[in-house]
């Protein structure tokens, strides 16, 4: 019985640790709900796989640029994935 109680708190563990490092990845689902098929994962924006948090995702692909200005024009807390309808990919 203990040994349960001692493999329940360490699973519940990992999972609180565990879930910040897929933070934005709702983000993903949301582009190509929203029809943004291009989008299929965080490689998408950003350079690394896996942004880096703690740097805010830097370093940024050209979408993630694209999303990074569109936040600033718009003085938004956060990105709103309603403006990749203007983005228009680099020929």
Not at 12 to 31: D, E, R, T
Not at 52 to 77: D, S, T, V
Request: glycine content about 6%; some cysteine; aromatic content about 8%.
């Amino acid at each position: 019985m203990r040994r349960t109680s001692l493999a329940l708190l360490a699973a519940a563990a990992m999972l609180i640790v565990g879930s910040p490092a897929n933070a934005k990845m709702p983000f993903v689902k949301k582009a190509k709900d929203a029809g943004f098929t291009y989008i299929e994962n965080c490689a998408s924006c950003h350079v690394d796989k896996m942004p880096k948090l703690a740097a805010h995702g830097e370093p940024f692909g050209e979408i993630g640029k694209f999303l990074k200005a569109q936040k600033a024009k718009n003085k938004a807390a956060e990105v709103d994935l309603a403006w990749l309808k203007d983005y228009k990919p680099a020929k």
